[in-house]
């Protein structure tokens, strides 16, 4: 069946509106674009990592999750998901649950590429049924815009301040996405928000209801931590996908596949001119760094492309 | 139901308190074991009792038979409808979870029916009731949420000995919230947890022998902390050791010694009480060493009262 927008959209919303994630917050609308996903027969048992999402979609006594949600620690949404997912199995085979379910975890970076690396990397060893959704904005925003090992080089954050000596964050940020494929697990991918929000449930429909662990990183922009005009969240988006910042592709069984190609790659400088947080490059100074940041982006581009049988 | 042990246990410090919070009836065996550091691996308690405040209930065993005993025991204690924590069984590691003892086995279908099946009122996989756990939760709500997580400690106690009653019945083999071993005419007492308790029995009948009257007091559950229970077994001594086998670091005294002199308050405050520290990182405890401690509380009896009360026992020179 061909993707029409329009019926997705009808789908009964899963992440429900009252919510406290900010405006121009890219989280909330990755969460409510993976679950739209779902079969709306099928039972989902979500969790999340500590984090923004987690503080501002339960607040005690409220939830604005549809499904059966579960919080426990920072750095374990991984196992967590999994526990559940182990024990629907249990329960299953005693036939004591009938219905079908599926196991979601969400996370930040700073609960996917850093605190909770290990508890991801084990659940996708195991090889338990379950997606784990990384909505990567690229620093610890809920604690107030602390780097973490996704932000990229040269940010400005409040633990890489860009000042006199040193020009934001000083390393690159480390590649999950292909960290995650190398778990050899049947399905990992990256995507973000694009205008038609096809690329996103494309891949979570195949996350979901493919067997065994899948991962995805989603691109999920902070206006705070960005520093972008809130109503421009797609546009970021759009700019990050068009520079090859963020390419879109995914892995399926060992075959790598780009799924989005720009007709026209543009440079780096459009990504980061909107953000307030890459302001400083933008120093007469500075400017050589974005061509270190743009040297950067093109390698790892051409990388991508050899992997994917681009070239 | 899990197992654990030693610096296992302190990396997931953070989970037993949220465990606790989510009021999950686990069952997990902690083979007392030093926590780091310096790295060791070997017996004493500094792992189990860094973690006496974080909600779980907290049973030591003296043997394997214990352990048994009180790991099917801890099963129907965290489960009950007035409890519903999680429960931790001690042992020492190397010393009784490395030895070779014959103990009594139940059947399958026994321990299955003294369990019974575990029934939860809420759950995530519940198909009627999809739920939320876990929250943010603010100063608006956890005030109130935590009072609730002590009214099930403190209704814990009455459920252990109920427990234990059944288990008698189904067993023979007797367990209360501690063992009071010739205590009841004692003028020197020691209080101890887990092995070291069969070593200073062997001396307490020595003692016995030579007209001695020594008793002793084998703690065996530590949380929730039966101080009321406890100050009446030991009110009427005439001196009180408390062997510690994990430094609290505090300055003054390890963490027995500090629920003991705080459950003795208001009922024995006189009565002279020291405390040892010893078998840090596996150093062995032999009935000399504990010989040593009763002929210091004869001389602290005779005596009348001690100054010096923060001891550490077998130290090398």
């Known amino acids: ?311 | 139901m899990t197992a654990t042990s030693a610096n296992g246990l302190a990396l997931m410090w953070e989970m037993l308190y949220i465990a606790s919070a989510m009021k999950l009836p686990i069952t997990m065996a902690c083979v007392n074991r030093a926590l780091s550091g310096p790295l060791n691996i070997h017996n004493d308690h500094s792992d189990s009792m860094g973690a006496r405040d974080s909600g779980w209930i907290q049973i030591y065993s003296e043997t394997n038979q214990e352990a048994y005993d009180n790991f099917i025991q801890g099963v129907r204690i965290g489960e009950h409808k007035s409890v519903q924590l999680p429960v931790m069984i001690c042992q020492d590691g190397f010393i009784t979870s490395h030895a070779v003892e014959n103990i009594e086995l139940m059947e399958d279908d026994e321990v299955k029916d003294f369990v019974g099946k575990y029934d939860p009122e809420h759950y995530l996989l519940n198909e009627k009731e999809p739920i939320a756990v876990g929250p943010l939760s603010l100063p608006s709500h956890t005030f109130e949420q935590k009072r609730e997580q002590a009214q099930s400690m403190i209704n814990a106690k009455k459920v252990i000995l109920e427990v234990a009653k059944d288990f008698y019945k189904l067993t023979g083999r007797r367990y209360g919230l501690f063992e009071a071993y010739k205590l009841e005419d004692a003028e020197l007492g020691i209080v101890v947890i887990n092995s070291t308790a069969g070593t200073a029995k062997a001396v307490v009948d020595e003692l016995r022998e030579e007209g001695i009257k020594a008793g002793l007091l084998k703690i065996r559950v530590f949380r929730p902390f039966p101080a009321d229970e406890i100050a009446d077994a030991l009110k009427n001594l005439k001196a009180l050791a408390v062997m510690d086998k994990a430094e609290s670091l505090s300055g003054v005294g390890g963490p027995l010694a500090a629920e003991i002199k705080s459950a003795l308050y208001g009922k024995a405050h006189d009565m002279p009480v020291v405390n040892y520290i010893y078998g840090l990182g596996g150093r062995d405890v032999k009935t000399d060493d504990i010989k040593k401690v009763y002929d210091d509380l004869m001389e602290i009896m005779k005596k009348g009262s001690v100054k010096d009360t923060y001891r550490y026992l077998g130290l090398k020179e």
């Open chain 1, 1 to 311: 069946m061909a993707y029409s927008l329009k019926e997705v959209m009808n789908k009964p919303e899963r992440l429900i509106g009252g919510h406290r994630m900010c405006a121009g917050c890219g989280a909330p609308v990755a969460v409510r674009g993976v679950l739209r996903a779902l079969k709306p027969e099928d039972r989902a048992v979500c969790g999340a990592a500590t984090g923004c999402l987690e503080v501002s979609t339960f607040l005690y006594p409220y939830t604005a999750w549809k499904d059966s949600f579960i919080h426990s620690a920072f750095e374990n949404a991984g196992a967590t998901i999994s526990g559940a997912e182990a024990a629907y199995n249990a329960l299953k085979r005693k036939g004591r649950i009938k219905d079908e379910y599926k196991f979601i975890a969400f996370g930040g970076d700073g609960g996917t590429y850093d605190i909770g690396l290990q508890s991801l990397s084990g659940a996708m060893e195991r090889g338990h049924d379950m997606v784990y959704v990384c909505y990567d904005n690229e620093a610890y925003m809920n604690t107030g815009i602390q780097r973490s090992s996704g932000t990229p080089i040269y940010t400005d954050t409040t633990t890489s301040p860009a000042g006199d000596v040193l020009q934001g964050k000083q390393q690159f940020n480390k590649d999950l996405t292909q960290i995650m494929a190398a778990h050899n697990i049947p399905y990992a991918a990256q995507t973000t928000l694009t205008a038609d929000f096809k690329d996103l449930y494309l891949k979570s429909e195949k996350a979901i209801y493919k067997k065994g662990p899948a991962f995805l990183n989603v691109l999920a922009p902070c206006p705070r931590g960005w520093r972008y005009n809130t109503p421009d969240l797609m546009k970021i988006c759009k700019l990050a996908v068009d520079t090859c910042i963020w390419p879109l592709y995914e892995i399926e069984d060992g075959n790598w596949k780009l799924t989005y190609k720009p007709r026209k790659k543009l440079s780096v400088e459009e990504y980061l001119k909107p953000q307030n947080r890459f302001m400083h490059l933008f120093k007469e100074k500075n400017l050589h760094l974005i061509e270190k940041i743009q040297k950067h982006v093109d390698e790892r581009w051409k990388e991508l492309l050899k992997k994917c049988g681009e070239v």
